[in-house]
């Protein structure tokens, strides 16, 4: 799959008119590709990517992957209000997954092992952090390890509202 950058102008216009805990930029993209007829309504997005937007309803989590996005939320909450804005990647990502399981947010689909060895929730996490990292949200210069929010990323985890599943 190919990777593609956009500037921040564009990615902040993504996040106006996707939505919340739902879309991912390439389900905005292919919402508005399909609008403007230049790709099939028939075509599937990808299986990790989340769901078009549906009137603001968290997307139906049995049997498929959780969207990397949902891991975010509930990554920054979890740095901003359980661990003081610092800590090691191994706590950061017990935290999280303790606290999506808690809430229905991790699917069968999301246990399963991928070929790093570990599931497909532990590796989304790690997406989820380098995605946070590029936005701003965590450090690039904190030691190797060590998943520190920016204080924008403090902020913004303080103000976070976490779903309840289904």
Same mark, same amino acid.
């Given at each position: /799959?190919?990777? =593609?950058?956009?500037?921040?102008? #564009?990615? &902040?216009?993504?996040?106006?008119?996707?939505?919340? %805990?739902?879309?991912?930029? !390439?389900?905005?993209?292919?919402?508005?590709? =399909?609008? +403007?007829? $230049?790709?099939?309504?028939?075509?599937?997005?990808?299986? !990790?990517? +989340?769901?078009?937007?549906?009137?603001?309803?968290?997307?139906?989590?049995?049997?498929?992957?959780?969207?990397?996005?949902?891991?975010? $939320? %509930?990554?920054?909450? #979890?740095?901003?209000? @359980?661990?003081?804005?610092?800590?090691?990647?191994?706590?950061?990502? &017990?935290?999280?997954?303790?606290? /999506?399981?808690?809430?229905? %947010?991790?699917?069968?689909?999301?246990? @399963? $092992? #991928?070929?790093?060895?570990?599931? *497909?929730? #532990? !590796?989304?996490?790690?997406?989820?952090? !380098? +995605?946070? &990292?590029? *936005?701003?949200? =965590?450090?690039?210069?904190?030691? *190797?390890?060590?998943?520190?929010?920016?204080?924008?990323? /403090?902020?913004?985890?303080?103000? $976070?509202?976490?779903?309840?599943?289904?």
């Amino acid at each position: /799959m190919p990777t =593609i950058r956009v500037d921040d102008d #564009v990615y &902040k216009g993504l996040q106006l008119i996707g939505e919340p %805990f739902v879309d991912t930029p !390439n389900t905005v993209i292919r919402r508005l590709l =399909i609008e +403007a007829g $230049v790709l099939s309504d028939s075509a599937q997005p990808a299986p !990790n990517e +989340a769901p078009p937007a549906a009137g603001g309803s968290v997307p139906e989590l049995q049997g498929e992957l959780t969207p990397q996005p949902v891991y975010e $939320v %509930f990554l920054l909450y #979890v740095l901003a209000t @359980k661990l003081r804005g610092r800590a090691h990647k191994h706590e950061a990502t &017990k935290a999280t997954l303790e606290l /999506m399981s808690a809430r229905g %947010f991790i699917t069968e689909a999301d246990q @399963k $092992v #991928v070929s790093t060895g570990e599931t *497909r929730a #532990v !590796n989304t996490i790690a997406w989820g952090r !380098n +995605a946070l &990292k590029e *936005r701003g949200l =965590i450090s690039k210069n904190s030691p *190797r390890g060590i998943w520190e929010l920016t204080e924008k990323g /403090m902020s913004e985890g303080l103000r $976070v509202q976490l779903p309840s599943a289904k």
